[in-house]
């Protein structure tokens, strides 16, 4: 992404509430991913790694990605399209609300779409709510819409 948004410090912060901060580029979701997360959680359920018996058994036609990978995207792609300035560390502090209304295949393409809902101060860190939507091309619904509560910490 060429444009990234720049968070510079705290007034930065505050000064984009309510304001979108971009879309990541398109990646594709690939097989051998699907199975890297499967293998790192333990969750080989078939619909997510066995092409075989998806072509013949699921509606989806396609191995599709775990909801939790999905999710799991967020994180690297937010720091990807976000460059933060005068900070000490951003932590992920956690999710509100997550939904996965659409399945994301192998072999379709995804990006990120953010929205900065809010900021405000949360002891010695100021916690920003971020709608973040992973949308599919070609899709009506995305695979993930999430808000993610990140906790920005100044530098000391």
Known sequence: MANKTVIDGIAGLEALAG?????????????????????ATGDHQWIHVDRERVKRDSPFGA????????????????????????FGMVINYGLNKVRFPAPLKEGQRYRLAMKMQDAKQAGNAVEALVAATIEVEGESKPACAAEVVFRFYETK
């Open 19 to 39: 304001k979108d901060l971009g879309k990541s580029e398109w990646r594709t979701m690939k097989y051998e991913d699907i199975v890297r997360f499967a293998d």
């Open 63 to 86: 191995p599709i990605a775990h909801g939790y990978f999905t999710l799991s995207l967020i994180a690297g792609l937010f720091f990807e399209m976000v460059e933060t300035r005068n």
